[in-house]
Nanobody, 123 residues
Framework: VQLQASGGGLVQAGGSLRLSCAAS????????LGWFRQAPGKEREFVAA????????YYADSVKGRFTISRDNAKNTVYLQMNSLKPEDTAVYYC?????????????????WGQGTLVTVSS
């Protein structure tokens, strides 16, 4: 599976962005998907995850209520809708795919990673 993330950019605090991650491969629907982020000088951290069917989602406490993860298996794409953005959301955002049915929140359990897209939130 190859993943290509897009949609990052510069936005003011309180604004919104929608990240997309397009995947290659005919088995996309059998993978759990997730978003992680890495701020300068910090470790990569979990943001959101979705199960293979889209029926289960999980969020980091820091983004709960502001971010929404979704997937369109017909388009082989996973999305991250980010609202009410804060300066502390500034990071490179990575999408990931893992061979699992349930949503995965642990970085090490993902098998494939996209290249990352930069999100910058100005105050």
């Amino acid at each position: 599976v190859q993943l290509q993330a897009s949609g990052g950019g510069l936005v003011q605090a309180g604004g919104s962005l929608r990240l997309s991650c397009a995947a290659s491969g005919r088995t996309f629907s059998s993978y759990a998907l997730g978003w992680f982020r890495q701020a300068p000088g910090k470790e990569r951290e979990f943001v959101a995850a979705i199960s293979w069917s889209g029926g289960s989602t999980y969020y980091a406490d820091s983004v709960k209520g502001r971010f929404t993860i979704s997937r369109d298996n017909a388009k082989n794409t996973v999305y991250l809708q980010m609202n009410s953005l804060k300066p502390e959301d500034t990071a490179v955002y990575y999408c990931a795919a893992g061979r699992a049915v349930m949503a995965i929140t642990t970085l090490g359990e993902y098998d494939y990673w996209g290249q990352g897209t930069l999100v910058t939130v100005s105050s």
